[in-house]
């Protein structure tokens, strides 16, 4: 059972557009939600997290907006550069001593 | 800044053959965690650790063994290594639990069983 899901699997856009990565989860007692970079041949490393007490997270050009009700959350990636092309992986966890969960990430390609 | 370092980078393995990957942090870190990562999959858990001598059984357990001898060291042993182990091996760390704390991730080990 796929408790996180993210999509789309593979996203593609140019140079100075917002890309818009998606997750969904299915646990309710998820309370915690990081976002993890991975480039090519290195391992993921956090690029910005959410807790579930707020609606919306900046750091940059990096945003996540997260929907409770829905149990959806969103990574906007605004002005895109070509640098930003790595998988995007979300993940899930209910806080304490629980395992984590991970959707199984969106490839994007930022074209210049 | 954190540092998770794995040893061996890459492997190559046959089949019925006993693996030893290793992961070392400098961050006196409690929590260790092992992860494999195959096309399409994602990460998925092996095994974790909250301290030195104790191991916890992650989502996919079986086919792994795992020791934390230190709060430094983590190792995953592969006793008969199968071709369904390919894949890339993650090792991360993490101060607290994990839910409140960053992970840290190796750079990973790149296993190859023939």
């Known amino acids: 059972q796929q408790q996180v899901r993210q999509s789309p699997q593979s996203l593609t856009v140019w140079e100075g557009e917002t890309a818009i990565l998606n997750c969904s989860y299915e646990?309710?007692?998820?309370?915690?939600f990081p976002w993890y970079q991975q480039f090519p041949g290195e391992g993921p490393a956090l690029l910005i997290s959410?807790?579930?007490?707020?609606d919306k997270k900046e750091d940059g050009r990096f945003t996540i907006f997260f929907n409770k009700r829905e149990k959806k959350l969103s990574l906007h990636i605004t002005d895109s550069q070509p640098g930003d092309s790595a998988t995007y992986f979300c993940?899930?966890?209910?806080?304490?001593?629980?395992?984590?969960?991970f959707g199984k990430g969106t490839s994007l390609v930022v074209h210049p | 800044e954190a540092a998770v370092t794995q040893s061996p980078r890459s492997k190559v393995a046959v089949t019925g053959g006993k693996v030893t990957l290793s992961c070392h942090q400098t961050n006196n870190h409690d929590y260790m965690y092992w992860y494999r990562q195959d096309t399409g999959h994602g990460l998925r858990l092996i095994h974790y650790?909250?301290?030195?001598?104790?191991?916890e059984k992650g989502d996919i357990p079986d086919g792994y063994k795992a020791s934390r001898p230190s709060q430094e060291n983590f190792s995953l042993i592969l006793e008969l290594a199968s071709l369904s182990q390919t894949a890339v091996y993650f090792c991360?760390?993490?101060?607290?639990?994990?839910?409140?704390?960053?992970?840290?991730f190796g750079p990973g080990t790149r296993l190859l069983v023939l």
């Open positions: 959410i807790r579930s007490v707020s």
């Open positions: 991360a760390s993490s101060d607290r639990d994990w839910g409140q704390d960053t992970q840290y």
């Open positions: 650790s909250y301290v030195a001598d104790s191991t």
């Open positions: 993940a899930a966890s209910p806080g304490g001593n629980y395992k984590p969960t």
């Open positions: 646990d309710s007692t998820f309370n915690y």
